[in-house]
């Protein structure tokens, strides 16, 4: 095994991606502001992929099984979709950040579907964990309140954005499960990518999205929302498949936090404290989840 490949080596190579992700959320916001949804888009995979074809190059497709090449891969591609045309539709700063809070539900799902389809043993507070974080987007989303009708009236303002960031946060935690059970260490993160800018490069052929108006700010967006896109996605696959998936699954759950200081100074977005409690309650939660499934939590008796 090579030195990279070493579990050590490959959890500090995963560890990068969370803190790259806290700022996608603002990048793939400013690049569709500017440059148009489908446009916007193209142009943000093309530098990730570039950025991919040096970092990790093209797998070994044969090693893989065809489950993996169909669904684990078609899997990531509807992620990614969902992902961008969620915060595309989103309205305003603060709403795009309530989007990306229900997309950050992945990593409570992520541990979900491990112990429903990878084997994965948990204890009993493992349900009021995930039940926690899903509180925490409720509170976020009635205002403070535990009032489901202000809640619903939340979000039916923009029913598309909020389902394609549940969307979003499913198939993650699904195309995570599947490359950790199916990928037999090949890092399809080149592909997925090369796909998802041919997928929207084929809605910018047809017409899709607005003019653009580019701008400084645009485009160092693009720049800057490609590499980190490119880079956290084969960070985490590699760290996946050969890293310490409890150290990774920690980092992750703090994304969240991370994504919103970031907004705060990229976009303007304006969170208060309510937002901040519910943020707390989605980490909260999701660190109660990776506990269920800890070592020791296992040992206890």
């Not at 993160?189 to 800018?197: A, C, E, G, N, P």
């Not at 108006?213 to 960070?235: D, H, N, P, Q, W």
Request: aromatic content about 14%; hydrophobic content about 55%.
């Amino acid at each position: 095994m090579s030195a990279l490949k070493t579990a050590t080596a490959a959890t500090m190579i995963g560890l990068i991606a969370p803190c790259l992700w806290g700022a996608s959320v603002s990048l793939v916001r400013g690049i569709a502001e500017n440059f148009g949804m489908a446009q916007g888009q193209c142009l943000l995979y093309v530098v990730a992929t570039l950025f991919l074809v040096f970092l990790v190059g093209m797998p070994k497709f044969r090693l893989m099984p065809w489950k993996y090449k169909i669904f684990g891969i078609g899997t990531a591609n509807i992620c990614s979709i969902c992902f961008c045309l969620s915060l595309y539709f989103s309205d305003g700063s603060t709403q795009t950040m309530e989007v990306g809070m229900v997309n950050y539900l992945w990593p409570m799902l992520t541990i979900v579907f491990a112990i429903l389809f990878n084997g994965q043993k948990a204890r009993w507070w493992i349900a009021p964990g995930a039940l926690l974080s899903l509180v925490g987007i409720f509170w976020i989303l009635s205002g403070g309140q535990f009032v489901l009708d202000d809640f619903i009236a939340r979000l039916m303002r923009n029913p598309l954005s909020y389902a394609l960031a549940f969307g979003a946060a499913v198939t993650s935690a699904a195309y995570c499960s599947m490359t950790r059970a199916w990928s037999h260490g090949q890092n399809c993160s080149t592909v997925i990518f090369l796909l998802d800018m041919i997928l929207f490069g084929a809605m910018w052929s047809m017409g899709v999205g607005g003019d653009p108006v580019i701008t400084t700010k645009g485009v160092l967006s693009v720049i800057f929302g490609g590499a980190a896109m490119g880079v956290a996605y084969a960070a985490w696959t590699h760290g996946m498949i050969y890293g310490n998936i409890t150290v990774l699954a920690i980092a992750s759950y703090f994304t969240p936090v991370l994504s919103c200081l970031f907004a705060s100074i990229w976009i303007g977005a304006e969170l208060n404290t309510t937002f901040w409690e519910g943020v707390s309650m989605v980490v909260v939660g999701s660190l109660v989840c990776w506990h269920a499934t800890s070592k020791r939590a296992l040992k206890e008796k």
